[in-house]
């Protein structure tokens, strides 16, 4: 008797409601950066994330069933992360997994996800580990682009520029390093006359890139690649500029890492180093497709901003393909829904995009453009603007 | 060997950031020395420094002189801040264990992030070099930015005031007098609780303007004020806990060490701070030029 | 009345039948709080029984946590082996450290335990050849349970549950046992000249008491404890991660002591269970922790600076007082 008195105290003290409806709506965790540096693509992925939801649920959701997501914030830590991804899954009974951000966040959940059996989507870590063969399992799927593809979308484009002494920078941590080996070996590979001349590897949130900016002029490269990414290329280039950096290696440098996104041009304004080349995810102005042109407009009004965020299409594609492959399966058990993934194509705003079967992996270009002033707008813009498809030099 | 335009342009690179972690450390650094508290919220008011400074810029635009006003505003409104803290709230902890006083501060350090996230969200922010700022010159076959030779110039020359200050002012000497015993100071006449806030008020100030003059040359991002923080101790500990050249020194210090590590062991440059500070703690725990407290 | 009833026993008992439940949640949540005690309760010691301020017990969390990690991960060393290695790698890191730190003072002395907290979290960070650098090292496998299958047969109670549950027994076990290791240390002779170093250390010196060596033995047990809970937090967290030996996670054990009462053997706890309920709780709200939690501390600081047990304590003596007058 005691026995039972001790569980139902517990039992009232940890009280959760047990709501055991037959249409309850089905439950996605969103394990995302909201607050410190990574915050920036973070909290707009989420907005993408839950338009979706919106406009999903007000057609009906899927299966007759309503989609509810429960965002958590990751503090950008991958103990944080997994903390919060086990308290959803066992908490708050999600189904489904959508989300992580940094490359130390999506493998660490990747294992959570593994244990529980419960289908992972990961819309932005890049890092190649995430979906390598010895980490790859049947719940984890990637949406994002990986280090891979990016090094060598780069590499394709900075084989055409009439240079040969290459400079690279980029911070010293998983993704830093994935993404410049990848654009090097590849660089190195389609255009055998290049020289890496120099490397530095700042250290991630460094607070000071002088002395790596004059130990990089000092080898005089004709071109430099960088992977740095939000607030610390912000940094970089508020250093550089002044230096001289940008004139020394005439404007020849592709920063990756999404440096061209309307979020870092508009950040920068009129510091950012016009007619250097750069990727982002997403750009409003590229009307590619009336699709594009009316989710541009649709995010727009429900983010009421004129210039929406190019991140919100990684929290939207990542919920697409779970809705769709739910859709397919015509069930939300996690094996059903993670077959149904294998192969998926679907329409995104930004074009047809397909998981590969063999390593979970989407097909998931990134736009690439030379950075130009443009009377339209308060600031750059990418122009042209070009899709690189990666699905040539994806293995 | 390196050529020498190299050594001079990283020794100057490691000279201008250690004046802006001079400005920002000094003001921690006299709050210790005054109210023997190390206050973690020291990075949360240069963040605020450098939030109010981005949105005094929005507000006034960017003309001629607009930097410095909202630059001053800035630094200004985290003072004014810091006062209302310490006479709210921070002055009822003075008596009790060193334990509740850090943990405050640390309180505060969570309170003003969340505070700034709701006010300015987590997208990054920046703020334009000044205008008649913008370019660069040459020296030693080294290019050298006009904002920084500003900086370079400006940070010695708020020592040299607060020198003065010290030395030669009623003011001062109080303070000097509470850094070394406070328990006789209210004997002497001397309205403490006065001087405690207008001290906080002080540090505070250093602290925003600090935080306000570094947006040209950084992003503003959400947890900026836990990356300073870190620094700012190191360099407080290594000069020396409530040592107001010490903090120079140590800024020094900290700057050619980070500007030269890079070079020879990249990887742990950021250990090597660290064990700069745990050295000098376990050889001399007062700091290079500070003095044992009693 | 109150006083004759076993607390610590029935809490024990009332732990291990968590599982029982059958809430999987509920295993998970009180899984994290029991370690989060005993890493809480190892600071209690230093902080609360020594009055030394440490603002890096996050260290030996981190270090107790990357020793089981590596060991069972990358040695495939058992959990028996590997478990205790993290205390005893703990305490030589400690006594390196902590021969230090004892010999200075006050905010020094949080100084100098902050400095070594950020060593060991940059070489975490960046050796990634052995720590994994800043992605950690994911996927710590659990303790071999397989055995408990094979003896199931004869002891039918054991069998049945999942390995995360079995992990959570063995979780209660030990930390009981490190609970009760703990309590006769405190209650030791030993342990009352901690209190007493804490109250007067120049009285300890003049009446021939070596304060130096006894806070350099309280530091060493502190960080051991320390690292065992780090050690169970790598295995329950599935991956250690260099976070666990970063400055913040410092200041989230010492809120969770002060918060429970510090100096009463069993506040930090208290600490744990309030601290990880009420995040489990505010989380599903907000986003906006780190300021209802700083809101709270304020509070506590100013209003109730004994911490959860120190006002109950007093409530108690209060409600006493007033029974015996009446």
Redesign the interface.
């Known amino acids: 008797m005691t026995?039972r008195m001790?569980?139902m105290l517990?039992?009232g003290l940890?009280a959760?409601p047990l709501a055991a409806e037959a249409q309850k709506p089905i439950k996605v965790g969103f394990p995302m950066i909201?607050?410190?540096?990574g915050?920036?693509f973070?909290?707009p992925a989420l907005k993408g994330a839950e338009m979706y939801v919106e406009e999903l649920n007000a057609k009906g959701g899927v299966l007759g069933r309503k989609i509810e997501l429960v965002?958590?914030?990751t503090k950008?830590?991958?103990?944080?992360a997994?903390?919060?991804s086990?308290?959803l899954i066992?908490?708050?009974n999600v189904d489904f997994l959508v989300g992580t951000l940094t490359?130390?966040e999506g493998?660490?959940v990747?294992?959570?996800a593994k244990?529980n059996k419960v289908v992972f989507i990961a819309p932005i870590p890049k890092?190649d580990?995430l979906t390598a063969k010895d980490k790859l399992h049947p719940y984890v799927f990637r949406t994002a682009a990986n280090t891979t593809m990016e090094g060598r979308s780069a590499a394709e484009i900075v084989a055409k520029w009439p240079v040969t002494r290459i400079g690279t920078i980029s911070p010293?941590?998983?993704y830093g390093q994935d993404v410049t080996r990848s654009f090097v070996e590849h660089l190195k590979k389609i255009k055998p006359s290049v020289q890496i001349v120099d490397q530095q590897?700042?250290?991630?949130?460094e607070?000071?890139y002088?002395?790596?900016i004059?130990?990089q002029m000092?080898k005089k490269p004709e071109a430099v690649f960088s992977s740095l990414w939000?607030?610390?290329f912000?940094?970089f280039v508020?250093?550089a500029k002044?230096?001289?950096y940008f004139d020394a290696i005439k404007y020849n440098m592709m920063a990756v890492a999404e440096a061209g996104s309307p979020?870092?041009t508009k950040?920068?304004?009129?510091?950012y180093p016009v007619g250097i080349w750069a990727n982002t995810y997403d750009a409003f102005y590229w009307a590619e497709t009336p699709a594009h042109r009316d989710y541009t407009a649709r995010l727009a009004k429900f983010t009421k901003d004129e210039y929406p965020s190019s991140w919100a299409i990684q929290g939207y594609t990542g919920m697409q393909f779970l809705a769709e492959a739910i859709k397919k399966a015509g069930s939300t058990e996690s094996d059903k829904v993670s077959r149904a993934l294998l192969g998926l194509t679907i329409d995104t705003p930004a074009g047809k995009q397909t998981i590969r079967e063999k390593d979970h992996q989407a097909d998931r270009g990134q736009l690439y453009g030379k950075t130009v002033k443009d009377p339209k707008y308060p600031f750059p813009i990418l122009k042209p603007v070009e899709y690189v498809d990666p699905t040539k030099f994806m293995d | 060997m390196p050529d020498p335009s190299f050594i001079f342009a990283q020794s100057l690179s490691g000279l201008t950031a250690a004046m802006y972690l001079f400005l920002i450390a000094s003001g921690l650094s006299l709050i210790f020395g005054v109210l023997r508290v190390l206050n973690f919220a020291h990075g949360s008011f240069y963040m605020l420094g450098a939030y109010g400074a981005y949105q005094l810029v929005q507000w006034l635009g960017t003309g001629h002189g607009r930097f410095w006003w909202a630059t001053l505003g800035a630094a200004l409104g985290v003072a004014i801040l810091g006062g209302l803290v310490e006479r709210l709230l921070f002055r009822y902890l003075y008596g009790k264990e060193e334990l509740y006083q850090l943990l405050f501060t640390y309180a505060l350090v969570l309170i003003l992030s969340d505070v700034a996230k709701i006010f300015w969200g987590t997208q990054q922010k920046s703020v334009s070099r000044p205008p008649g700022l913008t370019g660069s010159f040459s020296l030693f076959g080294t290019t050298v930015p006009y904002y920084n030779l500003f900086i370079l110039l400006l940070s010695p020359a708020i020592a040299l005031g607060f020198w003065f200050v010290l030395r030669r002012t009623r003011a001062g000497r109080f303070i000097r007098a509470a850094a070394l015993d406070r328990e006789t100071l209210g004997a002497l006449g001397v309205n403490v609780d006065r001087l405690y806030l207008g001290v906080f008020m002080l540090g505070s100030f250093l602290g925003g303007l600090g935080g306000a003059l570094v947006t040209p040359v950084k992003s503003i991002v959400p947890g900026m004020d836990t990356e300073m923080i870190v620094e700012a101790f190191i360099v407080v500990v290594i000069g020396g806990l409530g040592s107001f050249w010490g903090t120079f020194l140590g800024a020094l210090i900290y700057g050619q060490v980070l500007s030269f590590g890079i070079l020879f062991v990249p990887r742990f440059s950021i250990f090597s701070v660290f064990a700069l500070m745990a050295a000098v703690l376990i050889i001399r725990p007062w700091g290079l030029l500070g003095k044992p407290l009693k | 009345m109150l006083r004759r009833v076993p607390w610590p026993l029935l809490v024990f008992a009332a732990a291990l039948f968590v599982p029982a439940l059958g809430s999987r949640f509920y295993t998970f949540v009180a899984n994290d709080i029991v370690i989060w005690a005993l890493f809480a309760t190892s600071l209690n010691l230093l902080v609360g029984y020594t009055g030394l301020v440490s603002f890096g017990h996050a260290a030996y969390f981190g270090i107790g946590a990357y020793t089981t990690g590596i060991l069972m991960k990358k040695a495939g060393l058992a959990f028996l082996l590997a478990f205790p290695a993290a205390g005893l790698v703990t305490a030589t890191f400690a006594l390196v450290f902590g021969f230090f730190c004892v010999r200075l003072t006050r905010i020094y002395f949080a100084m100098l335990t902050l400095a070594f907290a950020q060593i060991v979290w940059a070489i975490c960070f960046k050796w990634n050849e052995v720590t994994g650098g800043e992605q950690g090292m994911p996927e710590i496998p659990y303790p071999d349970f397989d055995w408990v299958e094979r003896v199931s047969g004869i002891l039918p109670f054991l069998g049945g549950y999942r390995t995360s549950e079995y992990f959570y027994f063995v979780t209660v076990v030990l930390v009981a046992a490190c609970f009760w290791i703990l309590r006769r240390i405190v209650g030791s002779p030993f342990g009352r000249m901690l209190t007493t170093i804490r109250e007067n250390p120049e009285r300890a010196e003049f009446i021939g008491v070596n304060v130096r060596r006894y806070e350099l033995a309280a530091f060493v047990l502190a960080g051991t404890f320390a690292g065992l809970a780090g050690g169970l937090f790598g295995i329950f967290n599935r991956g250690v991660f260099p976070d666990f030996a970063y400055w913040t996670k410092s200041a989230e054990v010492l809120i969770m002591t002060l918060l429970g009462g510090m100096g009463t053997f069993f506040g930090p706890g208290v600490g744990a269970v309030a601290l990880i309920l009420l995040n489990q709780q505010i989380v599903s709200y907000t986003e906006y922790w780190p300021l209802i939690l700083g809101t709270i501390l304020v509070v506590l600081l100013f209003a109730f600076p004994g911490g959860i047990a120190g006002t109950a304590q007093g409530f108690a003596r209060w409600i006493g007082r007033r029974l015996g007058r009446a």
């Open positions: 026995m001790v569980t517990l039992a940890l959760l909201l607050s410190g540096p915050a920036l973070g909290a965002p958590r914030d950008g830590s991958a103990d944080e997994v903390r919060v086990r308290e066992l908490k708050e490359s130390a493998p660490a990747s294992v959570v244990e890092t580990q010293d941590y998983a590897w700042p250290k991630l949130g607070a000071d002088t002395p790596f004059n130990a000092a939000g607030g610390h912000v940094t508020k250093q002044p230096l001289g979020e870092s950040a920068m304004g009129a510091d």
